[in-house]
């Protein structure tokens, strides 16, 4: 008999269409069978719509409980579809009849509302876990209280690790008269008198990722004998591959993996391959008298099994390369700590606004910390090579020569687009990435000015990035790229050519040594003029005495340069 028809046949008769149970169970995967397969038991396909409609605190339970079922009941058993996104849910409700579903309050409403889940069929709704569920704030209730209110026939499944008030009220509304139904009872061994429980350590990991852990808790505990608890027979089978790749045979008696108890058998470590659900189970091991015991663990499953432990539970830091790796970003964790607890840093925060449109805060933050870490490297660099340094650096007061502030290995480039011109270097930055095709990490600093931009990239990249980039149109500029050494000479041969040597002009010959010249005051006129009155009337002409035409009547008696008058300049020759 299969685990699944087990806990059926204990199911039979549990509860009907509109009868209300409350399961007190710990949040565990293992728990999910317990309360949610007479429910599935009891769906008809034949009848179609949406029959069972499981509430969860978060996407991660619903993702838990589908993968529960689905190991138990098989590709031919009754699946749970979890509701990650209610977009994308709803594309399955009109493809395909959903029997079962599972998603938080909000997800949930959400599709009833947009009448893609058809609440006149279920049958049953089960909370799972009510407490956590209620813990969630106002707007998660609210939800609850909606899907519950809809749903006055059907059966109400209300799973909670402890009968709180606030679970007790939520009872009392909607679920009055329901049958209790708790964990199986189980006696508690005794703990022998000349042995104390050693504190409990626990390893988190994903779901699916226990024969990962259980791997390199070996590689790293390695225990002389262990014992691998495993409390149904898909994870005993899952653990024991994993102890065939490691090279332990099923005889090996140094590590075995068992389905429930330890036994009396003396052994150095218990690993739990999945966490205990009663305190029996966690007590019984003590016959064995392990030196150590870890239990590996979901996130969601720590508070249950600190609770079981009565705080006696303590988290085990694996070594190897993940520990190390972890100890390196210690330290840039601390600095981030201590920046935001001096509070918000405000213009960081208006600057990084408009990306949030566009990317994830975790995707920002990653981002900066890729920089702040090139950042580091350019400068332990620096600090190794104390002579190369002080070689980039220009002498005291002397002009920086061009590519001298560049870091080692970048060579600068010059743009021919500044902040004038609308550009950020955001835009710089993407259009040498995406133009240039460089990745971002080969991309160093970006001196944005008025009117131009200073861009080191590697030495090997340069004369790809000159290459496609010129001459693309950057805010609807285009945009001229060059080496900032190729650029400095040509505005140096553009001035020279602008501005030739005075030494090659010659003196002119008409103008003698300063010395012999006049005063200004005496070759302040032209020396062949005489007095003002001396001179002839403009009327006159150098041909004759020829009359004026007559003036028009309005006109101005100045003759034009169109007439016969030649110009004032000409008559003064004259």
Do not use: C
Not at 254 to 263: A, F, M, N
Not at 321 to 331: F, G, K, L, T, V
Not at 472 to 490: F, N, S
Not at 522 to 533: F, I, K, N, V
């Amino acid at each position: 008999m299969s685990e699944l028809q087990e806990v059926e046949e204990r199911a039979t008769g549990q509860a009907g269409r509109g009868q209300s149970l409350v399961y007190t169970l710990p949040h565990t995967t293992e728990s999910i069978a317990e309360f949610l397969t007479p429910a599935l038991a009891r769906t008809d396909p034949s009848a179609g719509g949406t029959q069972v409609v499981v509430v969860t605190r978060d996407t991660e339970t619903a993702l838990a409980i589908s993968e529960a079922i689905l190991r138990l009941s098989g590709p031919a058993g009754i699946e749970v579809v979890p509701v990650s996104s209610a977009a994308r849910a709803g594309r399955i409700f009109k493809t395909r009849p959903v029997l079962a579903v599972a998603g938080t309050a909000a997800e949930l409403l959400e599709l009833v509302r947009a009448s893609l889940l058809k609440l006149d069929t279920v049958r049953t709704i089960a909370l799972a876990w009510a407490d956590d569920i209620l813990q969630e704030g106002p707007d998660t209730v609210a939800a609850l209280e909606g899907l519950l209110g809809e749903l006055s026939e059907a059966g109400r499944v209300i799973v909670a690790r402890k009968l709180t008030p606030a679970v007790e009220n939520l009872v009392e509304r909607y679920a009055r008269r329901a049958r209790r139904v708790g964990p199986a009872d189980m006696e508690i061994p005794q703990i022998p008198a000349d042995y104390e429980m050693p504190i409990i350590k626990f390893v988190t990991v994903a779901g699916s990722g226990r024969a990962s852990a259980l791997r390199r808790l070996l590689d790293d505990l390695d225990p002389p004998s262990a014992v691998v608890v495993a409390r149904d027979e898909a994870a005993a089978d899952e653990a024991s591959r994993t102890l065939k790749t490691l090279g332990y045979h099923e005889d090996d008696e140094s590590i075995t993996v068992t389905r429930g108890y330890v036994g009396s058998v003396a052994t150095h470590t218990v690993i739990f391959y999945q966490p205990p659900v009663l305190p029996a189970e966690l007590h019984q091991i003590a016959q064995a008298k392990p030196v150590q015991v870890v239990v590996i663990a979901a996130p969601g499953e720590v508070p249950w099994l600190r609770e079981l432990a009565s705080g006696r539970l303590a988290p085990l830091n694996l070594h190897g390369p993940d520990r190390r790796a972890h100890d390196r970003e210690e330290s840039v964790r601390q600095e981030l700590r201590a920046v935001l607890a001096r509070g918000l840093p405000t213009r960081e925060v208006i600057s990084l606004e408009p990306l949030l449109r566009e990317f994830d805060g975790t995707e920002l933050a990653a981002a900066a910390l890729l920089l702040l870490e090139r950042e580091r490297a350019q400068r332990r660099a620096a600090e190794a090579n104390p002579a190369t340094a002080a070689k980039a650096r220009p002498a005291e007061g002397e002009r920086p020569r061009a590519g001298a502030g560049a870091t080692a290995g970048m060579t600068r480039l010059f743009m021919t687009i500044g902040t004038r011109d609308g550009v950020k270097v955001g835009d710089i930055m993407g259009i040498i990435a995406g133009e240039g095709g460089i990745a971002g990490d080969r991309v160093g600093k970006i001196d944005l000015q008025e009117s131009h931009a200073l861009v080191e990239v590697a030495e090997a990249d340069a004369a790809g990035v000159i290459a496609r980039v010129n001459g693309q149109m950057i805010k609807g500029r285009r945009v001229v790229v060059r080496g900032e050494r190729d650029r400095e000479d040509r505005e140096r041969a553009g001035a020279s050519k602008d501005r030739p040597d005075r030494g090659a002009r010659g003196e002119r010959p008409d103008r003698g040594p300063r010395s012999d010249r006049p005063e200004r005051s005496a070759r302040s006129g032209p020396p062949d003029r005489g007095p003002r009155g001396d001179r002839p009337d403009r009327g006159a002409r150098p041909g004759g005495d020829r009359p004026r035409p007559p003036r028009r009547p309005g006109s101005s008696d100045r003759p034009t340069r169109g007439g016969g008058s030649p110009p004032r300049r000409d008559r003064d020759r004259s």
